[in-house]
């Protein structure tokens, strides 16, 4: 692996792991009196219009609407983080940064996984109050987002380290029936998780499925073309102009 893409992998691991030190000191980096007015904006399952309007004045969100707005947050550096990757690294090393990157995602969601089990979290449980237990599961929500992008950016290059891993294989299905059962996301953030789902496997892809992330190389294409119509050559009409007869002759 060259130097400059040695920096931009360790450059994405100082960011990642600085993200979650600030996030665990500042209890996810949202507190009571930073619930902005973006926040209460931001559409929830639980709240309804009618809700809304009566609510008081000192309304306190939810763990599951702080959690929305955080994820919001920090989507929108995950996506120019990972742009930023996909941009500086050479092709001949993106399975070398690949193998790094993932080897590192699969092992957070691992830990993430023991320790949601130790405490009887299962997918489908309500958002976690408990600091702990929801920087876990925020952990395995984001970092199944941020293989999304991998997997579906680049199918070729990920699916041939990733599918040499059947252990990630498990915790990415686990991961995936989590996020889908969390109630933390969006109708368009659930068909991204939905598309990642249909290309790694996990459902089955549908005949209307199509990866809107590929870019021009990544794109499949046709192993032949239908050749064109030949066009049929009109026949030349002679010239002839006027010509002796043989008894003119």
């Known amino acids: 692996m060259s130097r400059r ?19 665990s000191n500042s209890e996810h980096g949202v507190t009571d009196e930073t619930h902005t007015e973006s926040e209460s904006k931001r559409p929830s399952a639980a709240v309804t219009d009618s809700n809304k309007q009566s609510q008081p004045t000192n309304y306190k969100p939810s763990s599951l609407e702080k959690y ?23 092709k001949k090393d993106l399975n070398g940064l690949l193998s790094t990157m993932l080897k590192n995602l699969f092992k957070i969601t691992q830990d993430a996984r023991a320790n949601l089990t130790a405490v009887g979290y299962v997918s489908g449980d309500e958002f976690p109050d408990d600091p702990e237990t929801k920087e876990d599961l925020s952990k395995v929500l984001e970092n199944t987002f ?7 950016q680049r199918p070729k ?9 059947k252990d990630w294989q498990d915790q990415l299905n686990w991961a995936y029936n989590v996020c889908s059962k969390s109630g933390v996301f969006t109708v ?11 290309e790694a496997g996990i459902l089955p892809k549908d005949a209307t499925f199509e990866n809107p992330y590929l870019d ?34």
């Open 68 to 90: 929305r707005l955080r994820f919001s947050q920090y989507r929108g550096i995950q996506t120019q983080v990972m742009q930023s990757v996909f941009q500086k690294v050479e």
């Open 216 to 249: 021009d190389s990544e794109k499949p294409r046709k192993r032949f073309e239908e050749p064109k119509p030949k066009e049929k050559k009109k026949p030349k009409k002679s010239q002839r102009g006027p010509r002796l007869s043989r008894t003119e002759l």
């Open 188 to 198: 368009p953030e659930q068909q991204f998780l939905d598309l990642m789902a249909m």
């Open 157 to 165: 290059a990920t699916h041939s380290v990733y599918d040499e891993h």
């Open 146 to 152: 941020m293989f999304g992008d991998l997997l579906l």
């Open 5 to 23: 893409n040695q920096f931009v992998v360790e450059l994405f691991l100082v960011v990642t792991l600085l993200y979650y030190a600030h996030s």
